[in-house]
Structures are given as C-alpha cells and as structure tokens.
C-alpha cells in the first residue's frame, strides 16, 4: 500500500522522467529552465532549472526531496560547499539509501535564486 509521500516520489519521479527529453536549448529567453522549481532551504531561495539527462549510478549525488514550498527542495544550491552541480538523486523506493531502483540525472539549477518560487 502506498502512503502519501511513496506515491508523490513516484509521481515526481515520472514527471522529471518525461523532461528528460529536454536540451540547455531549451531555456526560455529569460533565463529559465523548463524544468522544475527548486527550493534551496540553506539559502531559503527558489531556482529554476532545466533536466538534461539520467546518468548511472556512479559518483557523487546530492538527494532532491519532496516537499518545501514548491515541491522539491535541496539544501545545498549554487555557491555553498555541497552543491554538487545538479546530479540528483531521486529516493523513489524510500528506503533511504541509494540503490538501483532510484532515479539519478543531472539537474543545473540556473540562477540567480529568487524569494518567491
């Protein structure tokens, strides 16, 4: 039985999958992505970005959760020290660890963050 946050991280999880399909040629003229919004709680700011690819599990990735005031949220964006350039990782099985069934692709978060989403 699926409990409300299992079934947002699906959910979630196929939207960002259908933007995969999306280039950096993509981005609007004013600068945004066409991806997701994404809240960064460390600096309490939202960014735009733009989803280019899943990538394999290997490396370094930063969790992208569900939640925050506009969906997704992160606490380490563009200019703090675990930043890691938009390589997300996706908990879609919630088990809290980073496993073959969880979804990993990069993200860029395109600044300059904003107050409102």
């Known amino acids: ?4 946050f299992r079934m947002l991280a699906v ?3 196929l939207a960002i999958g259908s933007v995969f399909v999306l280039t950096a040629s993509n981005a609007s003229a004013n600068g945004r992505g066409d991806g997701p919004v994404i809240y ?6 939202f960014y735009d970005s733009i989803v280019l690819t899943e990538l394999p599990l290997e490396g370094p990735f930063q969790q992208l959760l569900m939640g925050g005031p506009s969906g997704l949220m992160t606490q ?9 350039g938009g390589r997300w990782w996706l908990d879609v099985n919630d088990n809290g660890e980073m496993d073959e069934d969880d979804n990993y692709f990069i993200c860029p978060l395109l ?3 904003r107050e409102e989403p």
């Open 76 to 84: 380490y964006g563009p200019g703090d020290l675990g930043y890691l």
């Open 11 to 13: 959910i979630m999880s």
């Open 111 to 113: 600044g300059p963050g």
């Open 40 to 45: 960064v709680t460390n600096q309490n700011l």
């Open 1 to 4: 039985m699926f409990d409300k």
